[in-house]
């Protein structure tokens, strides 16, 4: 790992649920990664997403040293199966989510994430302070910007959302959002847990790690690819585990929570982001293994990331 004030290149997890070939993590990973969650209304579907390039670049969040015998500050680090967030024990903390009613109308549906967002901010929490990594805030917003940290946003046709890491933004515009999901509410935490499930590995600096390990300018080598279904399929795992911490209080019942978990099985077979039957693997394994050592994709065998 080369020192922490190092910037790699800007990266990106994939596009998807509408596109399930497309390459996933258009690498470069300066100022920001950028995930895109995509999917096919009433039909397969794929929660994922792509980080796109990034104009300008970040540095990484550096520890400075504390004086006496304080504890350093939380800084990212910059490694995929040893990274500390994945330790042994490592757990969310459960919530109660209180919810408002999922609506059509921009304004209220925009609380809807926001609340979501802030509820899963608070499980993870726990996890990343106990990482020594830090937490940094992810932002809503459901309207379409021309450009962004991660500049030019995809089209309607490549997603249904996704993460910018350059502002620590989850884009979801709200008629792409209820053109694939309606108001089934399952659908929406599916995507919308899994991108915070991308967040988690920005802040961390799992995809800042990823992306120094790329080899090709498209993400298109068999090793590039692989590297990019580890990346989705542990948001799969991520998104899952955030829903357990939530699942049967407040407005996060276990029957809706497990609708949610599902809703990952909804895919057809890709070679960014897996085989349908590993993406609702992984996130079984996060549903069911309760801490975050359960979403090491990057321990597990290649068979299990195809």
Not at 42 to 49: A, K, L, N
Not at 243 to 265: E, F, H, M, V
Not at 276 to 304: E, H, I, V
Request: aromatic share 4%; proline share 7%.
């Amino acid at each position: 790992m080369t020192g922490t004030d190092e910037v790699p290149r800007p990266f990106a997890p994939s596009p998807s649920r509408r596109n399930p070939g497309a390459a996933v993590v258009g690498l470069l990973i300066v100022a920001a990664l950028t995930t895109t969650g995509m999917a096919m209304a009433g039909g397969p579907r794929q929660i994922d997403g792509r980080a796109l390039p990034a104009s300008g670049a970040y540095a990484s969040e550096g520890a400075k040293v504390p004086a006496g015998n304080a504890k350093p500050a939380p800084k990212e680090v910059r490694e995929l199966e040893t990274n500390p967030l994945l330790a042994e024990g490592i757990s969310l903390g459960a919530v109660t989510c209180r919810l408002p009613a999922i609506s059509r109308e921009p304004a209220k549906l925009e609380t809807y994430y926001k609340t979501l967002v802030s509820c899963l901010a608070e499980s993870w929490k726990p996890a990343l302070e106990q990482a020594n990594e830090p937490t940094l805030t992810a932002t809503v917003q459901v309207t379409l910007p021309e450009t962004s940290a991660c500049g030019k946003a995809p089209s309607e046709n490549e997603a249904v959302a996704y993460y910018c890491g350059g502002d620590t933004t989850i884009y979801a515009p709200t008629e792409w959002m209820l053109g694939d999901a309606g108001l089934e509410r399952s659908r929406h935490l599916a995507t919308m847990a899994h991108e915070y499930g991308h967040h988690v590995q920005r802040s961390s600096g799992i995809l800042s790690a990823a992306a120094e390990k790329m080899s090709s300018p498209g993400e298109d080598s068999p090793a590039d690819k692989e590297l990019v279904r580890r990346i989705e399929l542990q948001a799969n795992c991520f998104g899952a585990l955030a829903l357990a911490a939530a699942a049967g209080r407040g407005s996060i019942s276990k029957s809706l929570a497990n609708a949610a978990l599902d809703d990952y099985g909804r895919a057809d077979d890709s070679d960014t982001h897996g085989s349908r039957r590993n993406q609702l693997k992984w996130a079984k394994a996060g549903f069911s293994g309760k801490t975050t050592s359960a979403c090491n994709t990057w321990a597990a065998p290649a068979s299990d990331v195809k």
